[in-house]
């Protein structure tokens, strides 16, 4: 069975830190590229970060710049997303994706092989 299971969300104070894991099962986890996603309350799910695989290059999207890193260690089937300086409007539900190209489009959404069922991250102000 086909698994990606996301862990680590909470409730932090703005300023504060999280780290987020998504973990892989069931599919051969190196040969993916793997995204986070997130969805806030009224709004559309974006993209947010990306990590290749074997490479391990990252792409992010413009507003996590500086305080987001995505990283990967395929031994444990794991990606990281660690958020720094966090701030109200990253809350959230996030999700990670398991798919063959970085893409933050709806399209590149919609290609996106597998889904985990997401970890909420609140952020107060």
């Known amino acids: 069975e086909v698994q990606l299971v996301e862990s680590g969300g909470g409730l932090v104070q703005a300023g504060g830190s999280l780290m987020l894991s998504c973990k892989g099962s069931g599919f051969t986890f190196e040969h993916f590229v793997i995204s986070w996603f997130r969805q806030a309350p009224g709004k559309e799910r974006e993209g947010v970060a990306c990590?290749?695989?074997?490479?391990?290059?990252?792409t992010y999207t413009d507003s996590v710049k500086g305080r987001f890193t995505i990283s990967r260690d395929n031994a444990e089937n794991t990606v990281y997303l660690q958020m720094n300086s966090l701030k109200p409007e990253d809350t959230a539900v996030y999700y990670c994706?398991?798919?063959?190209?970085?893409?933050?489009?709806?399209?590149?959404?919609?290609?996106?092989?597998?889904w985990g069922e997401g970890t909420l991250v609140t952020v107060s102000s």
């Open positions: 994706a398991a798919g063959d190209a970085c893409g933050f489009t709806q399209t590149s959404m919609s290609s996106m092989d597998y």
């Open positions: 990590i290749s695989s074997p490479y391990r290059s990252a």
